[in-house]
């Protein structure tokens, strides 16, 4: 295995963020030879003796290695003590700092068949962290599109970094009026469901869910906005049981989309 660029006086002579950092570097090095199974016994043992000797240099607590040499054991060592230091860096950790997933016997469900035809419409969203979020989970849920309005789309870097990919198997259809554009999606059929809490707005479960629809959510500050909330055929909204009246967006449709999905197709 590569030996720890840095000498003790070298290492201490940083930051504690950048000390941090470069063990973080070595470290997932490491757990790189791990997954692709490019180690041994004695890489075992030498890496737990220099780590130790770099951990007693910088005071923190100890790496104690699994009891077996089973590899999976090892990678979930690795990569917690790799998160560990993470919490030293003074950085939030996101989906996309987060190391490569590991197949280990994970069952292989077959995709659904689907047959219904429903979209999100976002109206006004600031968040790239939402849009990103709410472009996987349309994937997820078999939806056909997004329809944006007056909203960044997948074309952004942030919202790649959150959607993962999941963008380019969504479709996006972005719009200067999102009122007119629910208008026109009516006259081809389509039923408009907005998500509000406002009076007559009715439980999201509560409503018979057509294969064609929108559903329409809006602003993280104001929701929707007025002329979009005129088009939309019904209110529905996500009972609470806590003190606030609502959720995130992101885990708005969430909710109403696997419900969406769970409800069209049968299951």
Not at 37 to 43: G, K, Q, Y
Not at 49 to 56: D, K
Not at 248 to 262: D, E, M, Q
């Amino acid at each position: 295995m590569d030996t720890f660029e840095f000498t003790k006086k070298k290492l201490l002579s940083l930051s504690s963020q950048n000390r941090n950092k470069h063990i973080i570097k070595w470290l997932s090095g490491f757990y790189h030879k791990l997954t692709t199974n490019r180690f041994n016994l004695a890489s075992l043992e030498l890496f737990t003796h220099q780590y130790n000797q770099i951990i007693n240099w910088t005071g923190m607590a100890p790496f104690i290695k699994p009891e077996s040499n089973h590899t999976r054991l090892w990678i979930e060592a690795v990569s917690n003590r790799i998160h560990y230091h993470r919490s030293f860096t003074c950085t939030a950790i996101r989906d996309h700092d987060l190391l490569r997933k590991v197949q280990t016997n994970d069952l292989i469900f077959p995709c659904n068949q689907i047959d219904f035809h429903c979209h999100v419409a976002l109206d006004g969203l600031r968040s790239l962290f939402n849009v990103g979020s709410i472009f996987r989970t349309c994937e997820a849920f078999g939806f056909k599109s997004i329809i944006l309005g007056n909203t960044p789309g997948k074309e952004h870097p942030g919202v790649q970094k959150t959607a993962m990919g999941a963008q380019n198997r969504v479709g996006q259809e972005k719009v200067m009026d999102l009122g007119q554009a629910m208008l026109d999606k009516k006259e081809k059929g389509f039923k408009i469901i907005g998500v509000e809490t406002i009076a007559g707005a009715l439980p999201f479960y509560e409503i018979p869910w057509k294969k064609r629809t929108i559903v329409v959510f809006g602003n993280e500050e104001y929701g929707i906005s007025s002329h979009v909330m005129e088009t939309c055929d019904n209110f529905v909204h996500i009972p609470m049981f806590g003190k606030k009246n609502s959720i995130n967006v992101a885990n708005a449709v969430s909710v109403i989309g696997f419900h969406i999905a769970r409800s069209l197709c049968g299951r």
